[in-house]
Protein backbone atom coordinates (compact mmCIF):
# COMPACT_ATOMS: atom_id res chain seq x y z
CA UNK A 1 0.00 0.00 0.00
CA UNK A 2 1.38 3.57 -1.12
CA UNK A 3 2.61 5.50 2.44
CA UNK A 4 0.56 7.59 3.14
CA UNK A 5 1.59 10.78 5.02
CA UNK A 6 -0.62 11.20 8.35
CA UNK A 7 0.46 14.98 8.76
CA UNK A 8 -1.64 16.31 5.18
CA UNK A 9 -4.78 13.45 6.06
CA UNK A 10 -5.28 12.80 9.50
CA UNK A 11 -5.22 16.05 10.84
CA UNK A 12 -7.19 14.52 14.06
CA UNK A 13 -6.82 11.10 15.55
CA UNK A 14 -5.32 8.45 14.54
CA UNK A 15 -6.92 5.10 16.20
CA UNK A 16 -5.89 1.25 15.05
CA UNK A 17 -8.18 -1.30 15.48
CA UNK A 18 -6.40 -4.70 15.65
CA UNK A 19 -8.13 -7.70 15.36
CA UNK A 20 -6.15 -11.62 16.31
CA UNK A 21 -7.00 -13.40 13.17
CA UNK A 22 -9.91 -16.37 14.40
CA UNK A 23 -8.64 -16.00 18.09
CA UNK A 24 -9.54 -19.00 19.64
CA UNK A 25 -8.68 -21.37 16.70
CA UNK A 26 -5.27 -19.52 15.61
CA UNK A 27 -4.00 -20.12 19.50
CA UNK A 28 -5.43 -23.66 19.16
CA UNK A 29 -3.64 -24.63 15.94
CA UNK A 30 -0.18 -22.84 17.32
CA UNK A 31 0.06 -25.59 19.98
CA UNK A 32 -1.16 -28.31 17.75
CA UNK A 33 0.19 -27.23 13.97
CA UNK A 34 -1.19 -30.01 12.64
CA UNK A 35 -5.10 -28.64 12.87
CA UNK A 36 -4.08 -26.10 10.14
CA UNK A 37 -4.76 -29.24 7.96
CA UNK A 38 -8.22 -30.02 8.94
CA UNK A 39 -11.25 -28.08 8.92
CA UNK A 40 -11.28 -27.04 12.76
CA UNK A 41 -13.94 -24.72 15.22
CA UNK A 42 -13.48 -23.86 19.02
CA UNK A 43 -16.85 -24.79 20.53
CA UNK A 44 -18.81 -26.02 23.26
CA UNK A 45 -19.96 -29.21 24.48
CA UNK A 46 -22.75 -30.35 21.79
CA UNK A 47 -24.54 -32.81 24.53
CA UNK A 48 -24.55 -29.53 27.09
CA UNK A 49 -25.06 -26.99 24.04
CA UNK A 50 -23.22 -24.66 25.16
CA UNK A 51 -22.71 -25.97 21.97
CA UNK A 52 -22.11 -22.94 19.55
CA UNK A 53 -19.17 -22.05 17.49
CA UNK A 54 -16.55 -19.41 18.69
CA UNK A 55 -13.93 -19.82 16.59
CA UNK A 56 -13.37 -21.45 13.47
CA UNK A 57 -10.17 -22.27 11.09
CA UNK A 58 -9.77 -21.05 7.40
CA UNK A 59 -10.78 -24.47 6.20
CA UNK A 60 -13.75 -24.51 8.41
CA UNK A 61 -14.80 -20.77 7.11
CA UNK A 62 -14.80 -22.15 3.42
CA UNK A 63 -16.72 -25.17 4.36
CA UNK A 64 -19.31 -22.59 5.27
CA UNK A 65 -19.37 -22.56 9.25
CA UNK A 66 -20.12 -19.30 10.81
CA UNK A 67 -19.27 -18.16 14.16
CA UNK A 68 -22.35 -18.66 16.41
CA UNK A 69 -24.48 -20.70 15.02
CA UNK A 70 -24.64 -24.16 16.73
CA UNK A 71 -22.39 -27.34 16.39
CA UNK A 72 -25.07 -29.15 14.84
CA UNK A 73 -25.52 -26.48 12.03
CA UNK A 74 -22.06 -26.06 11.68
CA UNK A 75 -21.49 -29.56 11.06
CA UNK A 76 -24.47 -29.36 8.54
CA UNK A 77 -22.36 -27.30 6.45
CA UNK A 78 -19.48 -29.31 7.14
CA UNK A 79 -19.30 -32.88 8.55
CA UNK A 80 -15.78 -33.59 8.90
CA UNK A 81 -15.49 -30.50 11.09
CA UNK A 82 -13.70 -31.28 14.06
CA UNK A 83 -14.40 -29.37 17.11
CA UNK A 84 -11.83 -28.56 19.85
CA UNK A 85 -12.96 -27.44 23.59
CA UNK A 86 -12.05 -23.87 24.51
CA UNK A 87 -9.23 -23.30 26.50
CA UNK A 88 -9.82 -20.27 28.72
CA UNK A 89 -6.84 -20.15 30.36
CA UNK A 90 -4.61 -20.28 27.32
CA UNK A 91 -6.79 -17.53 25.68
CA UNK A 92 -6.89 -15.20 28.39
CA UNK A 93 -3.06 -15.89 28.66
CA UNK A 94 -2.42 -14.86 24.81
CA UNK A 95 -4.79 -12.08 24.53
CA UNK A 96 -3.30 -10.57 27.77
CA UNK A 97 0.31 -10.71 26.26
CA UNK A 98 -1.17 -9.40 22.75
CA UNK A 99 -2.16 -5.95 24.86
CA UNK A 100 1.14 -5.83 26.99
CA UNK A 101 2.97 -5.06 23.04
CA UNK A 102 -0.39 -2.20 22.02
CA UNK A 103 0.68 -1.12 25.84
CA UNK A 104 4.41 -0.43 24.41
CA UNK A 105 3.15 2.38 22.67
CA UNK A 106 -0.31 4.02 24.09
CA UNK A 107 -1.85 4.02 27.56
CA UNK A 108 -4.92 4.77 26.10
CA UNK A 109 -6.24 0.87 24.73
CA UNK A 110 -10.32 -0.42 24.99
CA UNK A 111 -10.84 -3.65 24.47
CA UNK A 112 -13.59 -5.52 22.14
CA UNK A 113 -13.81 -8.74 23.52
CA UNK A 114 -10.64 -11.00 24.03
CA UNK A 115 -9.68 -11.11 20.57
CA UNK A 116 -9.97 -7.26 19.58
CA UNK A 117 -9.03 -3.54 20.98
CA UNK A 118 -8.93 0.04 20.09
CA UNK A 119 -5.75 1.85 20.21
CA UNK A 120 -5.50 5.98 20.30
CA UNK A 121 -2.31 6.38 18.56
CA UNK A 122 -2.55 10.35 18.35
CA UNK A 123 -0.02 11.50 20.82
CA UNK A 124 2.38 8.27 20.23
CA UNK A 125 3.37 9.53 16.88
CA UNK A 126 5.99 12.24 17.98
CA UNK A 127 7.14 9.23 20.36
CA UNK A 128 6.98 6.67 17.99
CA UNK A 129 6.85 7.91 14.05
CA UNK A 130 4.81 7.07 11.31
CA UNK A 131 1.18 5.39 12.48
CA UNK A 132 1.56 3.21 9.17
CA UNK A 133 5.40 1.65 10.09
CA UNK A 134 4.05 1.34 13.70
CA UNK A 135 1.17 -0.83 13.03
CA UNK A 136 3.34 -3.26 10.88
CA UNK A 137 5.82 -2.92 13.59
CA UNK A 138 3.09 -4.30 16.21
CA UNK A 139 1.78 -6.64 13.57
CA UNK A 140 5.61 -8.30 13.29
CA UNK A 141 6.62 -8.06 16.90
CA UNK A 142 3.23 -9.92 17.72
CA UNK A 143 3.87 -12.66 15.36
CA UNK A 144 7.37 -12.99 16.12
CA UNK A 145 6.83 -12.97 19.94
CA UNK A 146 4.29 -14.88 20.40
CA UNK A 147 3.53 -16.67 16.95
CA UNK A 148 0.00 -14.87 16.34
CA UNK A 149 -0.72 -13.01 13.37
CA UNK A 150 -3.19 -9.92 13.38
CA UNK A 151 -5.20 -7.88 11.02
CA UNK A 152 -4.42 -4.06 11.33
CA UNK A 153 -6.97 -1.21 10.41
CA UNK A 154 -6.38 2.16 10.63
CA UNK A 155 -8.27 5.47 10.44
CA UNK A 156 -9.23 8.41 12.28
CA UNK A 157 -12.23 7.48 14.04
CA UNK A 158 -13.38 4.01 15.72
CA UNK A 159 -15.90 2.76 13.39
CA UNK A 160 -13.91 3.05 10.22
CA UNK A 161 -10.74 1.59 12.26
CA UNK A 162 -12.89 -1.36 12.93
CA UNK A 163 -13.76 -1.42 9.22
CA UNK A 164 -10.00 -1.70 7.78
CA UNK A 165 -9.00 -4.71 10.27
CA UNK A 166 -11.62 -6.78 8.88
CA UNK A 167 -11.07 -5.40 4.93
CA UNK A 168 -8.48 -8.28 4.30
CA UNK A 169 -7.41 -11.64 6.51
CA UNK A 170 -5.47 -12.80 8.13
CA UNK A 171 -3.05 -10.40 8.45
CA UNK A 172 -4.51 -7.70 6.67
CA UNK A 173 -3.75 -4.57 7.15
CA UNK A 174 -6.05 -1.42 5.65
CA UNK A 175 -5.70 2.55 6.04
CA UNK A 176 -9.11 4.54 5.60
CA UNK A 177 -8.49 8.12 5.45
CA UNK A 178 -10.53 11.18 4.93
CA UNK A 179 -9.73 10.70 1.28
CA UNK A 180 -10.28 7.41 0.13
CA UNK A 181 -13.43 6.45 2.71
CA UNK A 182 -15.67 6.33 -0.43
CA UNK A 183 -13.90 4.36 -2.71
CA UNK A 184 -13.64 1.87 0.36
CA UNK A 185 -15.57 2.02 2.86
CA UNK A 186 -19.16 2.92 0.84
CA UNK A 187 -19.24 0.21 -1.52
CA UNK A 188 -19.65 -2.47 1.38
CA UNK A 189 -22.29 -4.01 2.80
CA UNK A 190 -24.40 -2.38 5.30
CA UNK A 191 -24.29 -5.20 7.92
CA UNK A 192 -20.30 -4.43 7.95
CA UNK A 193 -20.83 -1.64 9.78
CA UNK A 194 -20.75 -1.64 13.27
CA UNK A 195 -23.82 -2.39 15.17
CA UNK A 196 -25.63 -2.77 12.23
CA UNK A 197 -27.26 -6.47 13.00
CA UNK A 198 -29.65 -8.81 11.51
CA UNK A 199 -32.87 -6.87 11.79
CA UNK A 200 -31.45 -3.98 10.80
CA UNK A 201 -30.20 -4.76 7.64
CA UNK A 202 -33.59 -6.33 6.42
CA UNK A 203 -35.21 -3.04 7.38
CA UNK A 204 -32.37 -0.89 5.38
CA UNK A 205 -33.04 -3.11 2.80
CA UNK A 206 -36.19 -2.38 2.67
CA UNK A 207 -35.46 1.24 1.91
CA UNK A 208 -33.16 0.22 -0.90
CA UNK A 209 -30.22 0.87 1.47
CA UNK A 210 -27.81 -1.95 0.92
CA UNK A 211 -24.70 -0.22 0.94
CA UNK A 212 -22.74 1.56 3.49
CA UNK A 213 -22.44 4.66 0.78
CA UNK A 214 -26.14 4.58 0.13
CA UNK A 215 -27.12 4.37 4.08
CA UNK A 216 -24.34 7.46 4.09
CA UNK A 217 -26.07 9.58 1.55
CA UNK A 218 -30.11 8.54 2.51
CA UNK A 219 -31.77 12.01 4.14
CA UNK A 220 -31.33 11.68 7.52
CA UNK A 221 -34.18 12.86 9.05
CA UNK A 222 -35.82 9.81 7.24
CA UNK A 223 -33.76 7.59 8.94
CA UNK A 224 -34.71 9.29 12.38
CA UNK A 225 -37.81 8.38 11.44
CA UNK A 226 -37.26 5.07 11.01
CA UNK A 227 -34.94 4.07 13.49
CA UNK A 228 -35.06 6.84 16.47
CA UNK A 229 -32.03 8.18 17.56
CA UNK A 230 -30.18 4.88 16.20
CA UNK A 231 -31.17 6.14 12.74
CA UNK A 232 -28.86 9.48 12.77
CA UNK A 233 -26.22 7.50 14.52
CA UNK A 234 -25.89 5.18 11.24
CA UNK A 235 -25.65 7.89 9.38
CA UNK A 236 -22.80 9.30 11.29
CA UNK A 237 -21.13 6.24 11.04
CA UNK A 238 -21.67 5.56 7.51
CA UNK A 239 -20.07 9.68 6.92
CA UNK A 240 -17.36 8.79 9.43
CA UNK A 241 -18.42 11.03 12.12
CA UNK A 242 -17.74 8.70 14.99
CA UNK A 243 -16.46 11.16 17.61
CA UNK A 244 -15.92 8.25 20.62
CA UNK A 245 -13.01 8.13 22.35
CA UNK A 246 -11.20 5.48 22.66
CA UNK A 247 -11.39 4.40 27.06
CA UNK A 248 -8.08 5.06 28.31
CA UNK A 249 -6.58 1.71 29.66
CA UNK A 250 -6.76 1.54 33.39
CA UNK A 251 -9.87 4.44 34.17
CA UNK A 252 -12.59 3.06 35.75
CA UNK A 253 -15.78 4.49 33.84
CA UNK A 254 -19.06 4.33 35.37
CA UNK A 255 -21.11 1.35 34.60
CA UNK A 256 -24.05 2.14 32.67
CA UNK A 257 -25.91 -1.32 32.48
CA UNK A 258 -25.82 -4.70 34.11
CA UNK A 259 -26.86 -7.67 32.11
CA UNK A 260 -26.17 -11.28 31.12
CA UNK A 261 -26.88 -13.63 28.06
CA UNK A 262 -27.02 -17.22 27.82
CA UNK A 263 -27.25 -19.75 24.93
CA UNK A 264 -29.49 -22.50 26.25
CA UNK A 265 -28.59 -26.41 26.22
CA UNK A 266 -32.44 -27.36 23.29
CA UNK A 267 -34.66 -24.53 21.99
CA UNK A 268 -37.51 -23.50 23.92
CA UNK A 269 -40.53 -22.86 22.47
CA UNK A 270 -42.89 -21.31 25.29
CA UNK A 271 -43.13 -18.87 27.52
CA UNK A 272 -43.27 -21.04 30.86
CA UNK A 273 -40.42 -23.05 29.72
CA UNK A 274 -38.27 -20.02 29.65
CA UNK A 275 -39.14 -18.79 32.52
CA UNK A 276 -36.69 -20.42 34.63
CA UNK A 277 -34.01 -19.60 32.69
CA UNK A 278 -34.69 -15.89 32.67
CA UNK A 279 -35.17 -16.06 36.67
CA UNK A 280 -31.38 -16.93 36.47
CA UNK A 281 -30.21 -14.16 34.49
CA UNK A 282 -32.68 -12.13 37.00
CA UNK A 283 -31.11 -13.44 40.21
CA UNK A 284 -27.14 -12.79 38.72
CA UNK A 285 -28.28 -9.36 37.57
CA UNK A 286 -30.08 -8.27 40.80
CA UNK A 287 -27.02 -10.08 43.17
CA UNK A 288 -24.27 -7.90 40.55
CA UNK A 289 -26.08 -4.76 40.85
CA UNK A 290 -26.42 -5.33 44.65
CA UNK A 291 -22.56 -5.82 45.02
CA UNK A 292 -22.32 -2.58 42.86
CA UNK A 293 -24.99 -0.35 45.51
CA UNK A 294 -27.26 0.78 42.35
CA UNK A 295 -30.57 -0.22 41.39
CA UNK A 296 -32.40 0.70 37.98
CA UNK A 297 -35.38 1.84 36.44
CA UNK A 298 -34.97 0.34 32.47
CA UNK A 299 -35.59 -3.22 31.61
CA UNK A 300 -34.20 -4.52 28.72
CA UNK A 301 -34.17 -8.19 27.52
CA UNK A 302 -33.14 -9.71 24.19
CA UNK A 303 -33.80 -13.34 22.53
CA UNK A 304 -32.14 -14.87 19.71
CA UNK A 305 -34.26 -17.80 17.95
CA UNK A 306 -33.23 -20.96 16.45
CA UNK A 307 -32.78 -19.09 12.67
CA UNK A 308 -30.37 -16.67 14.64
CA UNK A 309 -32.45 -13.85 14.31
CA UNK A 310 -32.16 -11.07 17.67
CA UNK A 311 -35.23 -9.19 18.87
CA UNK A 312 -35.14 -6.86 21.82
CA UNK A 313 -37.38 -4.54 23.83
CA UNK A 314 -37.53 -2.42 26.94
CA UNK A 315 -38.98 -0.36 29.59
CA UNK A 316 -38.91 2.35 31.96
CA UNK A 317 -40.09 1.23 35.38
CA UNK A 318 -41.64 3.33 38.11
CA UNK A 319 -40.00 2.50 40.24
CA UNK A 320 -35.80 2.17 40.26
CA UNK A 321 -34.88 -2.09 41.80
CA UNK A 322 -32.42 -4.92 42.19
CA UNK A 323 -34.80 -7.41 43.32
CA UNK A 324 -34.77 -9.90 41.10
CA UNK A 325 -38.30 -10.86 41.52
CA UNK A 326 -38.83 -7.40 40.34
CA UNK A 327 -36.81 -7.47 37.39
CA UNK A 328 -38.25 -10.88 36.50
CA UNK A 329 -41.62 -9.76 36.44
CA UNK A 330 -40.66 -7.15 34.19
CA UNK A 331 -38.55 -9.54 31.71
CA UNK A 332 -41.62 -11.98 31.34
CA UNK A 333 -44.57 -8.95 30.90
CA UNK A 334 -42.13 -7.64 28.25
CA UNK A 335 -41.64 -11.34 26.39
CA UNK A 336 -44.92 -11.52 26.35
CA UNK A 337 -45.89 -8.48 24.59
CA UNK A 338 -43.32 -8.73 21.89
CA UNK A 339 -43.16 -12.68 20.92
CA UNK A 340 -45.39 -15.30 20.19
CA UNK A 341 -43.13 -18.23 20.02
CA UNK A 342 -43.69 -18.91 16.16
CA UNK A 343 -40.08 -19.94 15.89
CA UNK A 344 -38.42 -21.19 18.85
CA UNK A 345 -35.83 -19.40 21.26
CA UNK A 346 -32.33 -20.62 21.20
CA UNK A 347 -30.63 -17.90 23.45
CA UNK A 348 -31.94 -15.52 26.26
CA UNK A 349 -30.84 -11.83 27.35
CA UNK A 350 -31.39 -9.30 30.09
CA UNK A 351 -30.20 -5.86 31.51
CA UNK A 352 -31.04 -3.09 33.96
CA UNK A 353 -30.14 0.38 33.22
CA UNK A 354 -30.66 3.83 33.90
CA UNK A 355 -28.61 3.17 36.83
CA UNK A 356 -28.15 5.58 40.36
CA UNK A 357 -26.68 4.46 43.24
CA UNK A 358 -29.08 2.70 46.33
CA UNK A 359 -30.38 5.36 48.37
CA UNK A 360 -30.71 4.66 52.06
CA UNK A 361 -34.48 5.30 52.07
CA UNK A 362 -36.70 3.95 50.03
CA UNK A 363 -39.59 6.34 48.57
CA UNK A 364 -42.88 4.61 49.21
CA UNK A 365 -45.13 3.77 46.50
CA UNK A 366 -48.91 3.06 46.58
CA UNK A 367 -48.34 1.50 43.06
CA UNK A 368 -46.34 -1.34 45.01
CA UNK A 369 -46.52 -4.01 47.95
CA UNK A 370 -43.72 -3.08 49.93
CA UNK A 371 -44.08 -5.72 52.24
CA UNK A 372 -43.78 -8.13 49.34
CA UNK A 373 -40.99 -5.79 48.24
CA UNK A 374 -38.61 -6.31 51.27
CA UNK A 375 -39.76 -10.06 51.60
CA UNK A 376 -38.27 -10.27 47.89
CA UNK A 377 -34.91 -8.71 48.94
CA UNK A 378 -34.45 -10.53 51.67
CA UNK A 379 -35.04 -13.94 50.07
CA UNK A 380 -32.00 -12.39 47.35
CA UNK A 381 -29.41 -11.64 50.28
CA UNK A 382 -30.20 -14.73 51.70
CA UNK A 383 -29.38 -16.49 48.35
CA UNK A 384 -26.38 -14.36 47.56
CA UNK A 385 -25.05 -15.03 51.35
CA UNK A 386 -25.37 -19.02 51.03
CA UNK A 387 -24.07 -19.29 47.51
CA UNK A 388 -20.82 -16.80 48.69
CA UNK A 389 -19.91 -19.64 50.93
CA UNK A 390 -20.83 -23.00 49.84
CA UNK A 391 -21.26 -22.58 46.17
CA UNK A 392 -23.43 -21.02 43.53
CA UNK A 393 -25.59 -24.17 42.83
CA UNK A 394 -25.29 -24.58 46.84
CA UNK A 395 -29.21 -23.31 46.61
CA UNK A 396 -32.00 -22.52 44.10
CA UNK A 397 -35.62 -21.97 43.74
CA UNK A 398 -37.99 -25.36 43.05
CA UNK A 399 -38.98 -23.81 39.74
CA UNK A 400 -35.28 -24.24 38.10
CA UNK A 401 -35.31 -28.03 39.54
CA UNK A 402 -38.38 -28.93 36.40
CA UNK A 403 -35.40 -28.70 33.25
CA UNK A 404 -32.20 -29.06 35.73
CA UNK A 405 -30.11 -28.98 32.18
CA UNK A 406 -31.49 -25.61 31.00
CA UNK A 407 -30.77 -23.86 34.68
CA UNK A 408 -27.30 -25.35 35.26
CA UNK A 409 -25.54 -22.51 34.49
CA UNK A 410 -23.52 -19.60 36.74
CA UNK A 411 -24.37 -16.35 34.41
CA UNK A 412 -22.51 -14.08 37.23
CA UNK A 413 -19.49 -15.57 36.04
CA UNK A 414 -19.84 -14.49 32.69
CA UNK A 415 -17.77 -11.62 31.27
CA UNK A 416 -19.65 -9.83 28.32
CA UNK A 417 -17.54 -6.57 26.80
CA UNK A 418 -19.00 -4.13 24.51
CA UNK A 419 -17.11 -0.94 23.27
CA UNK A 420 -17.11 2.29 25.35
CA UNK A 421 -18.03 5.68 24.25
CA UNK A 422 -20.73 6.45 21.47
CA UNK A 423 -23.52 5.05 23.36
CA UNK A 424 -22.16 7.12 27.16
CA UNK A 425 -24.94 9.45 27.58
CA UNK A 426 -27.54 8.04 24.90
CA UNK A 427 -30.84 6.26 25.31
CA UNK A 428 -31.54 3.00 23.79
CA UNK A 429 -34.65 2.90 21.20
CA UNK A 430 -37.35 1.92 23.25
CA UNK A 431 -37.90 -1.19 20.84
CA UNK A 432 -34.39 -2.12 21.91
CA UNK A 433 -31.26 -3.19 20.61
CA UNK A 434 -30.17 -2.92 17.08
Known amino acids: MQHLEYNELMNDKIIFHIDINHCY ?42 TGESLREAYRHCPELLIIPPH ?59 GLTV ?32 DLVWPLPA ?35 AFGVVGEMLSDFANGRDTSS ?18 MIHDVDNLEDVRPVYYVLAEAIASRMKEAGVEGDVIHISFRTAKLNW ?20 IMSLLEECYD ?6 AVGASVSGLRFTRNHRQLSLLQDEEKHEKALRIDEAMDAIRAQFGFHSVCRACMLLDRPLTD ?10 PVGYFQGRKMIPNGPL
Not at 29 to 37: A, K, N, Y
Not at 409 to 418: A, Q, T
Open 246 to 263: VSKQGIQTPIQSVGNAMT
Open 409 to 418: FNPKGDHVIH
Open 191 to 225: RDLLYVGPATERKLYARGIRTIGELAQYPVMHLKK
Open 25 to 66: AQIEEMFHPQLREVPMAVGGHEEKRHGIILAKNGLAKKAGVK
Open 151 to 182: SVGISWNKIFAKLGSDFKKPSGFTIITKENYK
Open 88 to 146: YDAYLYYTSEVKKIYAQYSDCIESFGLDEAWIDYTHSKQLFGEAEAIGHAIQDQILREL
Open 311 to 330: CGKQRKIAQPTNVSEEILKE
Open 341 to 346: FEEPLR
